[in-house]
C-alpha cells in the first residue's frame, strides 16, 4: 500500500472467539482469536483504480468483495490484534502495487556460446580418450 492511501478504523470491523492452541487453562475462557473485516468493494479509501488492481488481485481471497483476516498465533488478543492488522496491511501493500516490469528476452553473446561448445567438444575428448581401442 502507498503511503498516501489510509484504511480507516471506521472502515475495520474486528470479531473474537476463542482460539485453539496454548493457553492452558485459560484458552477455553479468552476471546483471543481475531478475525479482522475489510470491505475492499465498498471502502472509499482507495483510488479507484488501486481498489480495481487489489479487487483483481485478492479475488480468490475474497467474498463479496469483503476481505477477511484471521490471526489466532498468540495468547493475547491483543497480539493478535496487531499481528491481523499487520497482515492486512501486508495483503493490501502487496495488492495495489505496480505490476513488475516486463521482462526483455534476451539472446547468448557469442562469445558465451562459443565458450559453451567448446567446453563440451573438450569433455567429448576426454570422454573418447578413455575409450578402450581394443577391437
Request: cysteine-free; hydrophobic content about 30%; proline content about 6%.
Amino acid at each position: 500500500m502507498s503511503p498516501a492511501v489510509t484504511v480507516p478504523a471506521t472502515e475495520l470491523t474486528e470479531r473474537f472467539s476463542r482460539a485453539g492452541g496454548p493457553g492452558g487453562q485459560g484458552v477455553n475462557t479468552t476471546d483471543s482469536r481475531v478475525e479482522l473485516v475489510f470491505d475492499l468493494a465498498g471502502s472509499g479509501a482507495f483510488p479507484e483504480h488501486l481498489r480495481r488492481r487489489a479487487l483483481d488481485r485478492l479475488s480468490s481471497r475474497l467474498t463479496g468483495g469483503v476481505l477477511t483476516v484471521v490471526a489466532s498465533e498468540h495468547r493475547s488478543q491483543l497480539r493478535n490484534r496487531e499481528a491481523a492488522l499487520e497482515r492486512l496491511r501486508e495483503l493490501l501493500r502487496d495488492a495495489t502495487a505496480p505490476a513488475p516490469p516486463q521482462r526483455r528476452a534476451t539472446r547468448p553473446t557469442r562469445g558465451s556460446q562459443r565458450r559453451r561448445l567448446d567446453g563440451k567438444r573438450r569433455r567429448g575428448d576426454v570422454k573418447r580418450l578413455r575409450r578402450s581401442t581394443d577391437d
